[in-house]
């Protein structure tokens, strides 16, 4: 496909060159890759000690951070990876310039 002897099944057209060399081979299978706990959070993602209290400056977002699936695998909630990922980084952003703004030292 590549020497454009034959065309690609999938329609790809751009090609850098044959390939060529020694070639190995992986088996990949689905896998669950998700925290299922972490580090407890306030409201604005930033850490906790265990008295509840926030440690300033200090945020956790994804994986590092506890969510809201249940025990094991069959308490993942689908689309949960993303959801602290994407929510607790923004919360984070959003405190941090919140800070800044109103104490232009830090």
């Known amino acids: 496909m590549a020497r454009g002897e034959r065309d690609d099944e999938h329609g790809r ?3 850098e060159r044959p390939l060529s060399g020694r070639y190995a081979a992986v088996r990949v299978v689905p ?4 925290t299922q706990g972490g580090l407890l959070v306030d409201e604005h993602a930033t850490v906790v000690d265990p008295q509840d209290r926030p440690i300033p400056g200090l945020y956790a977002a994804g994986g590092a951070a506890a969510s809201i699936s249940g025990h094991g ?18 919360l984070a952003a959003g405190d941090v310039a919140r800070r800044r703004t109103n104490d232009p030292a830090s």
């Open 13 to 15: 057209t751009n090609w």
């Open 31 to 34: 896998a669950l890759f998700h």
């Open 73 to 90: 695998a069959a308490g993942y909630l689908p689309g949960n990876g993303l959801l602290p990922a994407f929510g607790l980084a923004y």
